[in-house]
């Protein structure tokens, strides 16, 4: 008999979740009320948007991300849908783009302008109509620009081409109709080329988006489905849903066969909808419950057991919906591996919420930031739809790093040739002299350059490193979008550097006082 360990070793066992202050949520937003099983929040790195209560029609507030505190309430709003809106989401590849979808059977393609909003944005850039019913679901495609699924209460996902230049769009480029009832969740895998849906019908379904065929159908029925998610590469699906006795639970399935699930783990008795979040660079799953204030999050493996808990998230406050920060907006500097906006609408409060792994260190943290999906398609929309799958393109969360991209880069304009000071030499030099070596003369002094200086070089080097970011070596922002990134982390690391400066600043004042302290001690004996 094999002996296993009650404890596991892991990075992210002593993750915790870290609440925003007050001054740093969103307050006196007037949530939506609606009862349908959704997020209601999306957020990239510029703005967060969140569904809203609104007469005569549907509508929903997008915030600049950093204006933060009690908002205007005539604050302007995006409206122009005649029902309630369900269901909002940002598209991965532009910040500034964003669909919605209503029980008015439209989807409505938004553009969100750079500057403040100074009144309601009511003039939308695409229609998309085509539903007979409400729509409830939206999803983009993760590797393909201008791919939008959709799904409504008349049974049909739908497959919308953005890439025209129509305004309003009558008819989809494909329509599945393979469900039988309303369908609940949809997921992609990490280049979208397979989807599964969750239906109310209780089947879990994995489709081949392209034809609209069933790959695989699971139709047990010790577990009713709500939600479904594709974990990553590891192959498996996650499903959240209800037991036979009416219990939460949590039910993992192999992605070739879904007979019989892998392992169940029943939660609680609670009736709210469990939403599942999968961080596949951690491999990290969290479960968020609507109606209640906790956050469980698990560690996923390959192996026996499947599911690893880790510990939860408690709050006294219950979230009706629940926003999450791509990876690439989170904050490096602190450890965040993950980022959480709870829509808390007994308070009209929207609260960031960190996932932290407590490190000592204040440097870039290479073991728990591997390179991840970035913001720019690995696709057009026309070589996905003519059978093309090709991996997300791949990006480093160091600050100033550069793209991890398969593809071979656009050759840049060489830099000028004006001299630079000494003090400035790159670290190696070595590659640089090795491709001048055709151009001119090695000369001795190169040749001979003591030790001494080159461990100078290195001392110097670790001085110009803030918060992991090269000021000598980091390129100058090329787009506005570069632009207001780098504004906004070079104000976070004033602040950081604020707090860095006050604590050393008490730390003095105290060894001030033991020294002062000690000599008063010494002259009475």
């Not at 991965?92 to 209503?102: K, L, R, T, V």
């Not at 008795?269 to 990290?284: A, E, H, I, R, W």
Request: charged content about 25%; proline content about 7%; glycine content about 6%.
């Amino acid at each position: 008999m094999s002996w296993h360990p009650q404890y596991r070793s892991s990075k992210f066992r002593h993750v915790f979740g870290k609440p925003a202050s007050k001054e740093n949520c969103y307050d006196s937003v007037p949530i939506t009320r609606s009862v349908h099983d959704n997020h209601f929040c999306a957020v990239n790195p510029h703005f967060i948007a969140v569904v809203t209560e609104c007469a005569g029609g549907g509508a929903f507030l997008v915030i600049p991300l950093h204006q933060t505190g009690k908002l205007d309430p005539h604050y302007p709003k995006v409206c122009g849908h005649r029902g309630n809106i369900l269901d909002i989401k940002w598209n991965p590849f532009n910040d500034f783009e964003i669909a919605s979808c209503s029980e008015d059977a439209t989807i409505k393609i938004w553009d969100i302008p750079k500057q403040l909003l100074t009144r309601n944005l009511t003039a939308y850039r695409k229609e998309l109509v085509g539903h007979a019913r409400r729509v409830g679901l939206l999803e983009w495609h993760p590797t393909a620009a201008n791919i939008l699924f959709s799904s409504g209460y008349d049974y049909k996902v739908m497959i919308w081409n953005l890439d025209t230049k129509e305004s309003v769009i009558v008819s989809p480029m494909r329509t599945i109709t393979c469900h039988q009832d309303v369908i609940l969740s949809l997921s992609f895998n990490t280049n979208g080329s397979l989807l599964a849906t969750a239906c109310k019908d209780r089947k879990i379904r994995i489709l081949d988006p392209r034809l609209g065929t069933v790959l695989q159908e699971a139709s047990y029925k010790g577990h009713r489905a709500s939600k479904v998610l594709f974990l990553g590469n590891l192959r498996k699906l996650l499903s959240t849903g209800t037991s036979r006795w009416n219990n939460r639970q949590m039910a993992l399935w192999d992605q070739e066969d879904l007979s019989v699930p892998l392992t169940e783990e029943d939660l609680d008795g609670s009736s709210g909808v469990l939403f599942p979040f999968y961080d596949s660079d951690t491999n990290m799953l969290y479960v968020v419950g609507k109606g209640d204030g906790n956050i469980r999050y698990y560690e996923v493996s390959a192996d026996k057991p499947h599911l690893n808990y880790l510990t939860e998230f408690r709050s006294y406050n219950p979230q009706k919906g629940i926003g999450v920060m791509p990876k690439r907006g989170l904050n490096v500097s602190s450890c965040e591996i993950f980022r959480f906006y709870k829509l808390i609408t007994t308070k009209s409060l929207i609260e960031p919420i960190s996932m932290i792994v407590p490190r000592r260190s204040e440097s870039y943290q290479e073991d728990i930031y591997p390179p991840t999906a970035g913001a720019q398609p690995s696709l057009t929309a026309h070589e996905w739809l003519s059978g093309m799958n090709r991996e997300p393109i791949l990006v480093s969360l160091r600050p100033g790093s550069q793209l991890l991209s398969p593809r071979p880069l656009p050759p840049q304009k060489p830099p000028s040739n004006t001299a630079a000071p000494a003090s400035l030499l790159p670290l190696d030099p070595a590659p640089k002299l090795a491709a001048e070596d055709s151009q001119r003369p090695c000369s001795l002094l190169e040749e001979k350059v003591p030790r001494w200086a080159v461990e100078h070089r290195l001392e110097e080097k670790k001085s110009w490193l803030t918060n992991g970011f090269d000021v000598f070596e980091c390129p100058p922002p090329k787009t506005e979008n570069e632009l207001l990134q780098m504004f906004y982390r070079q104000q976070e690391e004033i602040r950081r550097l604020r707090e860095l400066l006050t604590q050393r600043e008490v730390e003095a004042k105290q060894l001030e006082l033991e020294i002062k302290n000690l000599r008063m001690d010494s002259g009475q004996f």
